[in-house]
DNA sequence: AGGCAATCTTGACGCCGTAAAGTTAACTTG
DNA sequence: CAAGTTAACTTTACGGCGTCAAGATTGCCT
């Protein structure tokens, strides 16, 4: 952990950090390796030694921007009313609302080579994300039903629904919830509706 | 339309039929304003006098790209089978068709400051897409409906699918069109179920 | 103590968007 | 038709960007 002119400590936990926060701030566009490499109080150059390029600090920074979005939906899940309907529009609300309040994350997750490669595991079936999907949808899917058919459907129809929202398709993303409302309200017809 | 020196004909005309080639040849990010002013044959600070910075080629490149997906999507309706069912898959194959053949158009469109401003119009409602939208949504409207919550569902299912699918997150896009058959299936519980 | 590898700095290169100033062509006006 | 004006384009320059190559410093290992 010594600082000294050569040695920073824990520069790669310094530049994620660095571009976690530049998103944050500015959006997508406002991400670069040099200004990472400023606010981490390092050379330009400096995290060439630790990424592969911006694509490289990109994939670290959506490593950790997906485990904020997974606790994000978590917590979304887990809070309001608990019926299985409930906590399958819980769901979509956190979706919903992490794109309105962080959209640079969002983007930084969503715009790069796929999910796939930002879980440490071999599989993208161990990330957190998707274990919360699976265990959301599990109640609708019945006994001769594709469990990944409902997850597929869910996943995308709020997918689709928070980018045309947060860009602004279904008007100003301000105001009511009443878009988000309108749309999730084709998951009451999703799967085989479970007992209340 | 004489070609001197220092009048090149029709500057922005040939600017935006660069910019769709660049985004046909290398993505969204192959696109860049120096690149479009040399393949146009002009020197790199021609296009300021067109447009107002990359902000502005990009807008204008949008809308001509949008049109092109108006284009692909009324094709793709017209053709196949004419149910409302079939008319209604038949948009939202053309939508996911467009993503995975002119996946640089797609972001051009849609990662700008919304459609909105993108048609020529006072209002969003008289683009050529609006429009196919309104009118193959139309039968699925029942009488005590709002037709904009019908069209929200599908535009947010079939975006947010595509988008997840050209990305790889459904598997490698390449293969059968199984993931599209089956969030597609949602469609068939959508408004009121017209008859076949 | 000596050697070595990891870490970070410095400098340079080409590409990018943008702004300012200069040049040429076409149009307007008397 | 000649002079003045405007529009279109070029040239030059600036700062920011990602990336590479070379050099300096540090800590570890033998």
Known sequence: MTKTKHHHGNLKEALVTA??????????????????????????AAPAHHFDGLPGLKSAIAVEAFGIFSSYLQTAVDE???????????????????????????????????????????GKEEAHAYLILREVCAPFVGDHDDK?????????????????YVSGE?????????PFEAVMDLLNRIGNRPAP
């Open 170 to 178: 279904f008007g100003p993303p301000h105001g009511q919830d009443g």
């Open 19 to 44: 571009g976690l926060a530049l998103l944050e701030e500015g959006g997508i566009d406002a991400l670069s390796l040099r200004k990472c490499a400023a606010r981490a109080g390092v050379s330009h």
């Open 80 to 122: 309001g009313e608990q019926s299985a309907q409930a906590r399958l529009k819980n769901l979509c609300r956190g979706y919903m609302q992490f794109g309105l309040d962080h959209g640079g994350l969002l983007a930084v997750i969503f715009g790069g080579a796929g999910l796939a490669s930002y879980v440490p595991g071999a």
């Open 148 to 164: 990944r058919v409902i997850e597929a459907q869910v996943w995308s129809l709020i997918h689709g629904f928070t980018l045309l």
